[in-house]
């Protein structure tokens, strides 16, 4: 199976649209890739500070199959929340797929540095957000012997952030 380690860093994001009434803006974002499979989606922690500018610099480490990049199919989402205690609210999200990213990516070295709209339903809300992403050369894994690896290593090292997705 090819194969790419794919990081990404959510940096931050500016101008959101404050979606409380009272008390402060505690934002958090939930990131995925593919097809929303519960499993592959990761949660950064929770600014306190930033209200509608938010900072995490929080880093998720994948590892994606060739074909997520070879089709448009295949979409990174990142979609932002505000921390509540009678239930978090929506704040906006933004997507883009892939294959995109790697494009853009690719002449720079395989890293980039991008900033987005945060869009709610059909129209862009108020606010971007900033990610910087990076794309590893391409390898060929044999998968039994990549269960094998991250089995030991879990038993060695503790539970890994990376996360195997295999896509079509």
């Given at each position: 199976m090819e194969c790419r380690k794919f990081e990404i860093t959510l940096v931050s994001a500016?101008?959101?649209k404050n979606v409380r009434r009272l008390?402060?803006?505690k934002v958090y974002a939930r990131v995925s890739i593919g097809s929303g499979n519960p499993e592959a989606e990761k949660r950064t922690q929770t600014d306190r500070h930033g209200e509608t500018n938010?900072?995490?610099n929080f880093t998720m480490k994948y590892t994606i199959s060739e074909s997520m990049i070879q089709h448009y199919n295949t979409m990174l989402v990142i979609k932002l929340y505000c921390k509540r205690k009678l239930g978090d609210r929506y704040?906006?999200?933004m997507h883009t797929p892939m294959k995109e990213l790697f494009e853009f990516a690719k002449p720079l070295g395989?890293?980039?540095i991008l900033s987005f709209p945060?869009?709610?339903?059909?129209v862009n809300s108020q606010g971007v957000?900033?990610?910087s992403c990076?794309?590893?050369e391409k390898v060929i894994l044999d998968e039994l012997l990549l269960a094998e690896s991250l089995a030991a290593d879990s038993e060695v090292h503790g539970p890994r952030e990376v996360i195997l997705i295999c896509g079509n």
């Open positions: 500016l101008d959101l008390g402060k803006m938010p900072a995490w704040i906006g999200e395989g890293s980039c945060v869009q709610k339903g059909c957000i900033r990610l990076r794309f590893g």
